[in-house]
């Protein structure tokens, strides 16, 4: 399986400090890509970042991609109490096309204290 | 319009009784997705369509049917489902399916209940 593992599986931190959220897969990959999910609703795009990128930026969220350890990382800078959400990352891959999918990590749980 | 829609946000229904989920995107994009979610769990693809055919079906129970009738709407139709059935179905859409090189757009769900 490719799907992703983030890492930790819950975080918990103070409005305006910095939250890091780790992702690891297995196998080959055509992007990665990281979804926020609050509490009962629809997941809502964040950042996708291909396997020729090695870092992007978004407002406050930095995302970097070392494929040789198979790896992501999503940093949220000057974190608020609306930051608080389960956070996904998501592997997409395919040869040709054919049969491409989106495969879900397990999430993190950011819990973000006023 | 970066909407995706869907409706009802919430269905409780028995067993025996049939029922639809529909979503609705209006950007233009060509592959839709059906997924479903657990509490506490990632979403789980069900079915994918591009350029309203089906592309991927995850080994999903005939008891769910999907149906792209055109390239704005998807539906799930359910029947017979089963208490364990019970959970966030979410609707996304993207640009298109190749390589997967975009982004999806998801609804914000139907929360169903069979009981």
């Known amino acids: 399986s490719q799907q992703g593992e983030e890492d930790p599986q819950a975080l918990s931190i103070q409005e305006g400090e910095n939250a890091t959220m780790n992702c690891s897969y297995k196998?080959?990959?055509?992007?990665l890509q990281w979804y926020r999910q609050n509490s009962g609703r629809g997941l809502v795009h964040l950042i996708l970042?291909?396997?020729?990128?090695r870092e992007k930026h978004s407002g406050r969220l930095r995302v970097t991609l070392d494929t040789s350890k198979k790896s992501s990382s999503l940093l949220i800078t000057a974190s608020r109490a609306a930051d608080t959400a389960s956070y996904f990352c998501?592997?997409?891959?395919?040869?040709?096309?054919?049969?491409?999918?989106?495969?879900f990590g397990k999430g993190i749980t950011l819990s973000v204290r006023p | 319009d970066t909407e995706v829609t869907q409706t009802p946000k919430h269905l409780v229904m028995g067993m025996t009784n049939k029922k639809s989920l529909k979503c609705e995107q209006h950007?233009?994009?060509?592959?839709m997705y059906w997924y479903k979610q657990k509490a506490k769990k990632p979403p789980e693809l069900m079915f994918v369509?591009?350029?309203?055919?089906?592309?991927i079906n995850e080994s999903v129970p005939s008891r769910f049917s999907p149906e792209c009738p055109n390239s704005s709407l998807l539906n799930l139709h359910l029947h017979a489902l089963q208490p364990e059935d019970s959970a966030l179905y979410l609707c996304?859409?993207?640009?298109?399916?190749?390589?997967?090189?975009?982004?999806?757009?998801f609804g914000p769900g139907t929360r169903l209940t069979v009981t």
């Open positions: 996304a859409s993207s640009q298109a399916l190749i390589a997967l090189l975009y982004e999806q757009y």
């Open positions: 196998t080959s990959i055509n992007n």
């Open positions: 970042i291909r396997s020729n990128e």
């Open positions: 998501a592997t997409a891959f395919s040869q040709t096309g054919a049969n491409s999918k989106l495969t």
């Open positions: 950007m233009g994009h060509r592959a």
């Open positions: 369509y591009s350029y309203e055919k089906l592309s």
